[in-house]
């Protein structure tokens, strides 16, 4: 699916529109061009709110402000994981080391069955 995003105002980008196609996207640019106001402070940002809301069930202490955009299309519920995430525990996964597996045992507690893909489960959060 196209990733949309239209008037992004967030530090110094001036009201950017991109259209991000299929596939895997590099995001390149010289020092000060507004990469990471793009991919983390609109476009992740924006990810995120969905994220948390489909884990809101009418609190608003999870709640965040929304980005500094005019829209985003295209997008789903998002994480970001760190590449210096230090975690000794050989037993850890990416889920317990990132602070994901909270969300994911609540996920799952919520909607899922057995032998129902985590792709529908979460599609299902989303309506």
């Known amino acids: 699916m196209e990733i949309k995003i239209r008037g ?3 530090n110094n980008l001036k009201d950017v529109d991109i259209d991000i ?10 020092s000060g061009s507004g990469k990471t106001s793009l991919v983390f402070n609109t476009m992740y ?3 995120r709110c969905r994220f948390l809301e489909v884990f ?3 609190s608003s202490r999870v709640r965040m ?9 295209g997008i789903g ?3 970001a994981v760190g590449q210096n995430l230090l ?3 050989p037993g850890s996964t990416l889920a317990s080391a990132s602070g ?3 969300f994911l045992r609540l996920l799952f507690a919520r909607n899922g069955s057995t032998g129902r893909p985590i792709v529908q489960m979460i599609r299902g959060c989303q309506q």
């Open 65 to 73: 402000p929304p980005a500094h955009v005019r829209s985003v299309t």
């Open 77 to 79: 519920p998002t994480i």
């Open 87 to 89: 975690n000794r525990n």
């Open 45 to 47: 940002h924006e990810a």
């Open 100 to 102: 994901l597996h909270p």
């Open 8 to 10: 992004a105002r967030e």
């Open 56 to 58: 809101n069930s009418g």
């Open 21 to 30: 196609g299929d596939g895997l996207t590099v995001v390149t640019g010289i």
